[in-house]
């Protein structure tokens, strides 16, 4: 069975640090992008960035990039994201998710989000 | 970045009804549209890409259309298990945006 499996939900201080973790299994782990999404409570989805696991190529949103940090271990099949000073505004669901390359009919590469971790939930309260 | 916004926000429909759901990209994004369900707990889960194209096991009366800056999302003779939120995202360009979601639930 093709899956991503999250670590668990955590609860911290803001100011602290914190790393979360997707393992994937049932695939070629490195050969298919995983990105990371995020959903505050009760609103909706926010795309943070992308990795590839073969070679660690990178693509951040610009309205996450000074505050994440996003990386792989290819050798665990293990994406990570992490924050090294959190913010009670970093209260959330957090989203793995593959990425399903298609060719549209113009013969232009694209992609969707096929598979998806069940979340790990993130609370910064002091 | 690109916005997507959909309409409605929320949509109240019975067993068996047809239901529409539009999202509107604020520049044109060719066909490079995706549409997520997502329920309550739970991860989303992707019906269609590229605009029109049903994901391997979605159910057929899910269906998408569009192209451009807009498209939607037809869902024919409602089930129990079609009430959620559905969220459309474009893939044109970095950093990939969602709409706000549609939330659909039982009249």
């Known amino acids: 069975e093709v899956q991503l499996v999250q670590s668990g939900a955590e609860v911290k201080k803001p100011g602290e640090s914190l790393i979360i973790s997707c393992k994937g299994s049932g695939y070629t782990f490195s050969s298919s992008w995983i990105a990371w999404v995020r959903q505050v409570p009760g609103k909706g989805l926010e795309w943070m960035g992308i990795i590839y696991p073969g070679d660690s190529d990178i693509t951040y949103n610009p309205s996450f990039e000074d505050h994440i940090t996003i990386s792989v271990d290819k050798s665990i099949a293990t994406a990570y994201v992490q924050w090294s000073s959190l913010k009670a505004s970093d209260t959330a669901m957090y989203y793995c998710?593959?990425?399903?390359?298609?060719?549209?009919?113009?013969?232009?590469?694209?992609?969707?989000?096929?598979?998806w971790g069940q979340g790990t939930m993130v609370i910064v309260s002091s | 970045d690109i916005q997507m916004t959909q309409s409605p926000s929320s949509l109240s429909a019975s067993l068996g009804d047809r239901v529409t759901i539009t999202c509107r990209a604020s520049e044109t994004i060719s066909g490079f549209l995706n549409w997520y369900q997502q329920k309550p707990g739970k991860a989303p889960t992707l019906l269609i890409y590229?605009?029109?194209t049903l994901q391997s096991g979605v159910p057929s009366r899910f269906s998408g259309s569009g192209s451009g800056t807009d498209f939607t999302l037809t869902i024919n003779s409602l089930q129990p298990e079609d009430f959620a939120t559905y969220y459309c995202q474009q893939s044109f360009s970095m950093p990939r945006t969602f709409g706000q979601g549609t939330k659909l639930d039982i009249k």
């Open positions: 998710a593959r990425r399903l390359n298609y060719y549209h009919s113009s013969g232009r590469l694209s992609d969707a989000y096929d598979i």
């Open positions: 590229g605009a029109s």
